[in-house]
């Protein structure tokens, strides 16, 4: 089985998700890490494949670790990681006063989101 690891468009594939997950665009992105625009464009069109200097400076713009960029993930996987950053919001969510939520309102707002995520796929064609 051939392995994705250096693959332009898994790169490619991946900086993108992270920064619409971020909700970041690629300018800023490139301003941030003060890196050339250009350079960064080429990386998100799959043209080219950065240094492993820059794979890790991206790596700790996103708070992911570098094999978060360089290797391809199933659905399965980021939904896994979605739920478990979910749960680590609501885990450590407050209120409007600044203290942690109670017990019953972590429940009542998982059950929020397990039903819209229901209701959403449910009415996915």
């Excluded at 332009?8 to 998700?17: D, P």
């Excluded at 909700?23 to 490139?30: C, E, G, L, P, T």
């Excluded at 199933?74 to 017990?103: C, M, Q, R, V, W």
């Amino acid at each position: 089985m051939p392995s994705d690891l250096g693959n332009l468009m898994v790169m490619a594939e991946n900086i993108q998700y992270y920064l619409d997950q971020n909700k970041i665009n690629s300018v800023k992105m490139a301003e941030d890490l003060n890196i050339n625009y250009t350079t960064v464009r080429n990386w998100i069109q799959g043209r080219s494949y950065p240094r492993i200097d820059k794979i890790e400076m991206m790596a700790n713009y996103f708070g992911v670790e570098k094999s978060d960029l360089i290797e391809r993930h199933t659905k399965k996987e980021n939904l896994t990681k979605f739920s478990d950053d979910l749960e680590n919001a609501i885990e450590h969510a407050e209120n409007y006063s600044g203290k942690p939520l109670s017990s019953t309102d972590k429940q009542i707002l998982r059950g929020v989101i397990e039903a819209y995520l229901q209701n959403r796929d449910g009415n996915e064609e």
